[in-house]
């Protein structure tokens, strides 16, 4: 079975400053790899997603993602984070013929200083 | 737009009661997935449909039921509620089976006395 872990549970960085959160998994062959974002008390939005293909993965509000097969890994990017990117972010995988089904991370929470 | 909703966004119930969570979309989506969020575990799935008529246990099934008679609608049953069922609970939907992006709703808050 897959595993997703997020090894932060929180990080705060200043605003302008540049962003990354880890995400590590266990999966047995090339799995499909999302990050969402979710701000409070809403539900999650996609940021991006990896399914093969170039390993920089581009995605909504700045973010990018880098998927390395040998780390397995696949950890979020922003260069220059802005208040408005205090949330909680979720790493999940999906399996190959697994009908869809996504196993997520614990999340990471992210805080903003000014 | 197309979208999804969940109903009610809060409640409040006691230990033993029959809840039901109510979850609609309108994307005309074949998939759809009901998850629990709690500190900590992140989102666990609970139920999830391939179709109308088609329903499948998730890891932490124990306690819930789902029904799938519309494309649209897959409300989530805690059949006796319990203290350890307080939680977040978000419905998602998908296109068709594979790689395809999950769309979330907004959310129920579930908090059993």
């Known amino acids: 079975a897959q595993s997703v872990t997020q090894p932060d549970i929180h990080i705060t960085v200043s605003e302008g400053a540049s962003l990354e959160l880890r995400c590590n998994y266990s999966?047995?062959?090339?799995?499909?790899l999302f990050w969402y974002v979710q701000s409070p008390g809403q539900g999650l939005q996609l940021l991006l997603k990896y399914f093969s293909g170039d390993t920089l993965v581009q995605g909504i509000k700045g973010f990018e993602a880098e998927f390395k097969r040998s780390q397995s890994s696949f950890n979020l990017r922003k260069p220059s984070v802005h208040w408005s990117d205090a949330a909680e972010y979720f790493c999940a995988v999906g399996a190959v013929g697994a009908g869809n089904m996504l196993t997520f991370g614990g999340g990471t929470r992210l805080m903003v200083k000014p | 737009d197309a979208e999804i909703t969940q109903s009610p966004r809060h409640k409040i119930t006691e230990t033993g009661r029959q809840v039901t969570l109510a979850c609609h979309q309108t994307w005309n989506h074949n998939n759809m997935f009901w998850y629990r969020q709690d500190l900590g575990h992140g989102l666990r799935l609970i139920h999830y449909s391939y179709g109308v008529q088609d329903t499948n246990k998730g890891e932490v099934s124990d306690g819930y039921s789902v029904s799938r008679s519309n494309t649209e609608d897959l409300p989530l049953t805690l059949e006796s509620a319990a203290s350890s069922q307080t939680s977040v609970y978000f419905c998602a939907s998908s296109e068709t089976q594979g790689k395809d992006t999950q769309y979330f709703g907004p959310g129920t808050r579930l908090t059993v006395l």
């Open positions: 999966y047995g062959a090339t799995p499909y």
